[in-house]
């Protein structure tokens, strides 16, 4: 690519960028760029447009284009437990915090499909503390929504969970509970206003936690 080509490029897409916050308010202006023009430019062959300035012609006057490109841009990668020592430091440092306040809310900006909202939620029921949370969900991109409203994980991706679960350092009465763990939950709701309820089980115990999650 020459010089010139590039610079036109830079331009482009830094305009698409501006029409997208001004139009949706969707913010990708501080995204690594090498990343956003392949995304972008995934989004422009698969609409087949030959430019960058192109597809700021369909974004802008085709909302559908802007959801097929959100979802281009999006990365959803999650798992339960994905940062063992984040839990671990919430135990052992939020939670008692939280102990002291009567009621508290938390939310979950970009949730994607939901593992970090139910991990959340166990170590909270754990902590004594579900009772008086509420989780607040929310992400933009809607399709992934869904699937964090299901609550409906792999066994497989199960095994790989409590392995992180068992990392984060839960007291040893919880973490024979976690040995094999079968997940049960659902989280409906379409506005940001509405709630719903989500539970969560463990197999070989007791266990069971409610808490209540608006997407
Ligand atoms: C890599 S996932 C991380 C999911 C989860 N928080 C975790 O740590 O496992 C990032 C999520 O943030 C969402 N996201 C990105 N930008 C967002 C924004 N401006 N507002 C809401 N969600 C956003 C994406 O759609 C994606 O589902």
Known sequence: ??????????????????????????????????????????????????????????????????????????????????????????????????????????WIAGCSTGEEVYSLAIVLEEEGLLERTRLYATDINEAVLERARLGVFS???????????????PSPSTTSRATTVRSSTGVSSSTPSSRSTTSSRTTGSTSSTRSSVAT
């Open 1 to 106: 690519m020459s010089t010139e080509t590039r610079d036109v490029e830079e331009i482009e897409v830094a305009l698409l960028l501006e029409a997208i916050v001004r139009r949706y308010g969707f913010d990708f202006r501080e995204y690594a760029p090498a990343s956003l023009k392949r995304r972008l430019w995934r989004r422009a062959h698969a609409e087949g447009l030959e430019t960058i300035s192109a597809l700021q012609d369909r974004v802008l006057h085709d909302s559908a284009c802007m959801e097929r490109l959100l979802l281009d841009l999006s990365i959803n990668v999650t798992t339960m437990f994905r940062d063992p020592s984040f839990y671990k430091a919430f135990r052992a440092k939020v939670a008692p915090l939280l102990k002291t306040y009567p009621f508290s809310r938390i």
């Open 155 to 169: 066994l497989e991706k199960m095994q790989e969970y409590t392995q992180n679960y068992l990392q984060s350092a």
